[in-house]
């Protein structure tokens, strides 16, 4: 039996900058997912994950940095398109039930400076693209791999020191209000014990009201 729950909305203020990649253009699927089942730019979270949110907020103003939100819940049926759009394996999770942006238990962050331009790091948050897309739809995997080295928090290349010390600040504010960090994506940030956060299905009617299930 479904019951309904409530989920967070994170807004755009001082400290956060609420710009959902899958709801624009600019993703590897070249088009906006999240329009299209109606969540738009729209920022849903469990409520302990607005808390550690929360209390990030005077870490980062001690820091005048500001934390850009490029993902956070999804919709199993935004998951699902997302599938039928790169169906090869590799890109996502197997199913919503494998993926914490499911759960609402998950967002993928970076920082902005004191004048909204993002810090540099080792390499886009969306780090797919869709000339990957192509070559592996071909079988060919070895620049994928190569592009994915980048992600993940063992890539130490010298010449990169910024980007790296960058992607270590994020790493020590997230963790330091509880978040766990993803060792193969920099930007992907989990709450600690994921069996407490079952999959949320949402329903979305044409006003944009937006209703939030569990099982
Ligand atoms: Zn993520």
Not at 122 to 141: H, M, N, S, T
Not at 146 to 158: F, I
């Amino acid at each position: 039996m479904k019951s309904e729950v409530h989920l967070v909305e994170i807004k755009s203020d001082q400290c956060f900058w609420v710009d959902l990649m899958y709801a624009k253009n600019e993703n590897m699927m070249r088009t906006p997912v999240y329009q299209k089942v109606g969540l738009g730019n729209r920022c849903f979270v469990h409520q302990d994950l607005a808390q550690c949110l929360s209390n990030l907020k005077p870490l980062l103003q001690k820091k005048h940095l500001k934390l850009k939100i490029c993902d956070a819940y999804r919709p199993p049926e935004a998951f699902w398109l997302m599938k039928k759009i790169i169906p090869m394996e590799g890109f996502f999770a197997l199913s919503p039930e494998r993926s914490q942006h499911c759960h609402a238990s998950a967002v993928d962050v970076t920082l902005l400076d004191e004048s909204d331009r993002e810090l540099k790091f080792p390499c886009a948050v969306d780090a797919y693209d869709e000339k990957f897309a192509l070559q592996i739809a071909r079988g060919q995997w070895d620049d994928f791999k190569a592009h994915l080295q980048k992600a993940k928090y063992d890539w130490n290349d010298l010449g990169f020191e910024k980007e790296i010390e960058h992607r270590n600040l994020l790493r020590n504010l997230m963790e330091s209000v509880g978040f766990v960090a993803l060792e193969h994506e920099w930007w992907h940030f989990n709450l600690p014990n994921k069996e407490k956060y079952p999959l949320v299905d949402c329903s979305i009617d044409k006003n944009g009201e937006i209703r939030f299930f569990i099982e």
